[in-house]
């Protein structure tokens, strides 16, 4: 369904929020803290509720970083649009939002949709995209693979006018996506505010990443452990993961080509995670995915420390939505029928 739009008040674009915001660099002098067998202490929750757009916006091309002023403004803005919880502004439309003056809502509020209730207050960083490489901010070009993957989800998302404008079909449970089936949201899981904060936790042997999303638990070994044969796919791929200096490094292969996510379809994805003080860790991902870029891309963001706890994602138990959409499918199909029956008896 096409987005709607509304206006931001006009006296928003007049005011600027006095506040201190951090850069992405690390803090000067900033001495890492480090458990008892000498690592960096990454342990603790982290949120993802940056404000940053994916791919950059062509009214900063060339631009990699905000001024003080446009940072100001974006945590103005978001401030505002959080207070008013009208319409959910699910990842980049807070910033699509603030730079474009009109509020870009996610979907008809008519059917019962998400409020801003459900999300998270967000976080505004510097950087004009997450996409930092190449250099122009933005994806590369599709693959011949990719390509012919996007056209078959066009085409599969434009066959049902009961679809609607998702990638997936209403046939029956298993055309479904995997996020409405509660199977998996991808990992990583990087779309910001919205159940976006990772839980690390960390021993001599292993790594282990509890992603909120879907409460999924990543287990990931630190020392020479086999890697699965190639044959062997996975929804969540198979991670090894080693320290390069502070940096912890994590690289996950074997992932199914059955993903519906990008980044989880990919040959190699190589994370980094850098403490950069108390209250912020840098997070990069370098992701190549021939079968669907003609070139490697690499991502950052900036998570920021919560003292507050992760709670379970209890998807299943919950998701009436799914078999409610196939039900609506078919009556809409059954609409359909006897509107044709209808024209032909005439």
């Not at 200096?245 to 996510?261: A, H, M, P, Q």
């Not at 919560?306 to 199909?333: Q, V, W």
Request: proline content about 5%; glycine content about 8%.
């Amino acid at each position: 369904m096409k987005a709607t739009v509304s206006r931001i008040p006009y006296f928003i674009l007049c005011l600027f929020a006095f506040v201190t915001v951090g850069a992405v660099c690390a803090q000067s002098g900033y001495q890492v803290p480090r458990t008892l067998d000498g690592h960096p202490d990454l342990q603790g929750v982290w949120g993802n509720n940056s404000t940053t757009p994916v791919e950059r916006l062509d009214i900063f091309e060339g631009r990699e970083f905000l001024t003080a002023e446009e940072m100001q403004f974006l945590v103005q803005t978001a401030g505002q649009i959080q207070a008013e919880g009208e319409d959910a502004l699910f990842g980049d439309r807070v910033f699509a939002s603030a730079v474009s003056g009109e509020i870009q809502t996610s979907n008809d509020p008519a059917t019962g949709n998400y409020g801003q209730f459900w999300l998270a207050e967000r976080s505004v960083h510097n950087r004009t995209s997450q996409i930092i490489d190449p250099l122009n901010g933005k994806y590369p070009p599709l693959s011949e693979a990719g390509i012919a993957r996007k056209a078959k989800m066009d085409l599969l998302r434009n066959q049902n006018p009961a679809n609607g404008e998702r990638f997936e079909t209403l046939d029956s449970y298993a055309t479904l996506s995997m996020d409405d089936r509660c199977i998996s949201d991808g990992v990583p899981y990087l779309t910001s505010g919205y159940n976006s904060y990772w839980q690390i936790v960390q021993s001599r042997n292993y790594v282990v990443i509890v992603q909120e999303m879907f409460h999924t638990a990543r287990v990931i070994p630190l020392f020479d452990f086999p890697p699965l044969s190639e044959s062997i796919e996975l929804w969540h791929g198979d991670s090894r993961g080693h320290w390069g200096g502070d940096t912890l490094v994590v690289e996950t292969r074997n992932f199914s080509d059955k993903s519906d996510y990008s980044h989880n379809r990919a040959e190699l994805n190589v994370e980094r995670f850098t403490r950069l003080d108390d209250k912020r860790l840098r997070y990069q991902l370098t992701s190549n995915d021939p079968g669907t870029y003609t070139a490697p891309y690499t991502r950052e963001i900036i998570f920021d420390y919560t003292d507050g706890e992760i709670y379970e994602f209890a998807c299943h138990e919950g998701n009436y939505a799914l078999p409610n959409m196939l039900r609506g499918a078919r009556e809409k199909e059954r609409r359909e029928r006897e509107r044709q029956a209808s024209s032909e008896g005439k």
